[in-house]
């Protein structure tokens, strides 16, 4: 066992920030369930079944793949950034296995897509999106739905989407109300603006406007027949930039060898052989059950991790007991009256991964620094004991032997100055659960550490830490308090390797005074859906600390 290491590894290593980032990106892309029924619930939803509106209605405000199983769509996508206007066309092929596993491919006419526009990367993206939110459950709130008969016989139903619900990929939609003009009990329009500007990637938008037109199949089934998405805003470089985007469908084929198609000179272009056509990759293996949990209206963070932090830890704490090589000690040091200084600073790097939407498993490593100031009380026994034999031999002798080496024979303070080095390793989980905007976790670390030049790996130190916490869903950021247990020996023992004494291997048993628990508060701030900033600091009786760390989720 490594000096100190049996100890100092719970207490400075990254355990507890590791926990807390695994903590903090499980619930990074706002990882809560969709909010109790209330009254107003089911007031918004009697209003929906009033008017003769699905449920599933607002949800082709965020995804127009849950039309069908075997969808052909149009899009049409121009990007003005100043006085620069690229244009592009392509068009999206849906088809859907009897598992329910979606292939989707991008088509298009090379000389329909804009050279200086990455169309492709982007439509991408945001076909990934409306993917995961296909089955999206409660897209809105329904405390929030509002209806107005109009004279004409119309009627307008306003409502918002659900503040709690929404993934941090599409969360720009909290801001977002919309207004749904319905005829006898068919869906005519649904308008969609934004009440405040919001930051979308690198850019800031000032206005959202989306406007999705209805029309009614033969077969009877309600489908989009246009929607029209507009955007004006800023980007970095304070330029105006406009995103006008037309998506119109082409033709549906579920239920019917035929299909119902909707555009045939469309349809009889995206069959040309000469259109290039590429595959986007939707279904990740992780997290597992990823889309049971989708359907309950809870959003799964992004599956992998990597973090770096940084912990610096200052800790006071005695002794009760000094053994070295086998010797008592505590005659001639007083382990009561003596006490250790010290400071530890970690740097360590983690990958981790979501198993499941719940379960976060991670592994570190890094490096480990400790200054220590040991300040051990001499009793002055080895003096006093001279003294004795030494007038037992001659009256008078051990007296002036006293006299000569004072520092022998009376009580002073050893002062001890280390300075160790180690690295550092291990292996930790996370369980979590949320509600609305509540969430508590557990997690577990098991760590290990060598000191430098050494060959040998210290035993593991287990460490658990129970957090309760509360999100502000619109400012991505999340507080939380919690505690800390280390499971510590009351004393620390182990060989130091590479000294010898007497032919024997340097062995230690030095009883320490820790206390097991300690409490922390801090707070986690989400930038875009891929970085996250975590600050914590941490107390106990026997110790402080603080700690940052940085983190990219993928």
């Not at 100890?7 to 909010?35: I, R």
């Not at 040091?333 to 740097?347: G, I, N």
């Amino acid at each position: 066992m490594n000096f100190l290491s049996n100890w100092l590894t719970p207490l400075t290593s990254s355990g507890l920030t590791l926990g807390l980032t695994s903590l903090t990106m499980l619930f990074s892309a706002n990882t809560f369930a969709a909010e109790e029924l209330d009254q107003s619930a089911i007031s918004g939803k009697a209003i929906f079944a009033k008017y003769g509106i699905s449920d599933d209605l607002p949800k082709l405000g965020l995804s127009s793949l849950m039309q069908g199983e075997h969808l052909v769509e149009h899009v049409e996508r121009t990007l003005t950034v100043g006085d620069d206007v690229r244009t592009s066309s392509v068009y999206l092929v849906q088809n859907t296995d009897e598992k329910g596993n979606i292939d989707l491919r991008i088509k298009y006419d090379p000389s329909k897509v804009d050279e200086n526009d990455d169309v492709i990367k982007e439509i991408e993206k945001n076909t990934k999106i409306e993917y995961r939110l296909r089955k999206y459950a409660q897209s809105y709130d329904p405390s929030s739905v509002v209806a107005t008969e109009l004279d004409n016989g119309q009627v307008e139903v306003a409502f918002n989407y659900s503040q709690y619900g929404l993934p941090q990929d599409i969360s720009y939609f909290r801001f977002m109300r919309v207004k749904l003009l319905v005829e006898n009990g068919k869906p005519l329009k649904m308008v969609i603006k934004n009440n405040k500007p919001f930051t979308l990637g690198d850019y800031r938008m000032e206005e959202y406007r989306q406007t999705v037109s209805f029309a009614v199949l033969p077969n009877g089934r309600t489908a989009i027949k246009k929607k029209q998405i507009t955007i004006d805003g800023f980007n970095k470089k304070q330029q105006a930039v406009s995103l006008h985007t037309n998506v119109s469908p082409v033709a549906y084929y579920d239920g019917s060898v035929d299909g119902e198609i909707l555009d045939e000179k469309r349809l009889a272009k995206v069959s040309d052989p000469r259109y290039i056509e590429e595959s986007v990759k939707l279904d990740r293996v992780f997290p597992l059950m990823s889309d049971m949990v989708r359907q309950q209206g809870i959003d799964v963070p992004l599956p992998f991790g990597l973090s770096m932090s940084y912990r610096n830890q200052d800790m006071n704490f005695g002794f009760t007991d000094f053994d070295i090589m086998g010797a008592n000690l505590n005659d001639i040091f007083d382990p009561l009256q003596s006490v250790a200084e010290v400071t530890a600073e970690t740097m360590t790097i983690r990958g981790d991964v979501n198993i499941l939407p719940f379960w976060n498993m991670f592994g570190y490593y890094g490096k480990l620094n400790v200054d220590a100031k040991v300040d051990a009380e001499y009793t002055g026994a080895i003096g006093l004991e001279l003294q004795d034999q030494l007038n037992n031999k001659l009256p008078g002798l051990g007296n002036a032997f006293c006299t000569g080496l004072s520092v022998l024979c009376e009580k002073g303070n050893l002062h001890v100055p280390l300075h160790l080095e180690y690295t550092l390793r291990g292996v930790g989980t996370t369980l979590s659960v949320g509600y609305k905007q509540f969430f508590a976790s557990v997690t577990g670390t098991y760590t290990q550490t060598k000191m430098d030049g050494a060959s040998k790996w210290s035993d593991g130190i287990l460490t658990v830490q129970p957090m309760l916490g509360y999100q502000l869903a619109e400012y991505r950021t999340q507080f939380f308090i919690g505690a800390e247990y280390q499971a510590l020996n009351p004393s620390m023992d182990g060989t130091i390797e590479g000294v010898e004494l007497g032919g024997e291997e340097f062995f230690y048993n030095v009883g320490v005074d820790l206390e097991k628990w300690a409490y922390l508060v801090g707070f986690n701030k989400q930038f875009g859906k891929h970085y996250n900033l975590t600050f914590l600091y941490n107390k106990g009786e026997t110790r402080n600390s603080m700690t940052l760390n940085f983190g990219y989720r993928f």
